[in-house]
Nanobody
Framework: QVQLVESGGGLVQAGGSLRLSCTAS????????MGWYRQAPGKQRELVAA???????NYADSVKGRFTISRDNTKNTVYLQMNSLKPEDTAVYYC?????????????WGQGTQVTVSS
């Protein structure tokens, strides 16, 4: 099992910044992917950004150039720096950890942290 603890959400005005953090603990594998998803009211959960243990990143088009994902493998922690926030970024943000064991993919989720951007 892998446990994820998130922090850093909150209320910010449009144009502002927030930094989310997520620390994984438990049965961590050296090769894994971590990322952030978000879900706004009435919408499906969507990928925001992801990063492999080799630091390869992937971003949703809507956040490219504004958000930066990074990780510290020594702390099993992933960060999401969010700049130039827009009201449409308002959502619950979920941390995700993913790894393979014997060719089976396992996904773990954090409890979610609310990000609210006021106009």
């Amino acid at each position: 099992q892998v446990q994820l603890v998130e922090s850093g959400g909150g209320l910010v005005q449009a144009g502002g910044s927030l930094r989310l953090s997520c620390t994984a603990s438990g049965s961590i594998r050296s090769i894994n992917d971590m990322g952030w998803y978000r879900q706004a009211p009435g919408k499906q959960r969507e990928l925001v950004a992801a990063i492999t243990s080799g630091d390869k990143t992937n971003y949703a088009d809507s956040v490219k150039g504004r958000f930066t994902i990074s990780r510290d493998n020594t702390k099993n922690t992933v960060y999401l720096q969010m700049n130039s926030l827009k009201p449409e970024d308002t959502a619950v943000y979920y941390c995700n950890y993913r790894h393979k064991v014997s060719m089976i993919l396992y996904d773990y989720w954090g409890q979610g942290t609310q990000v609210t951007v006021s106009s």
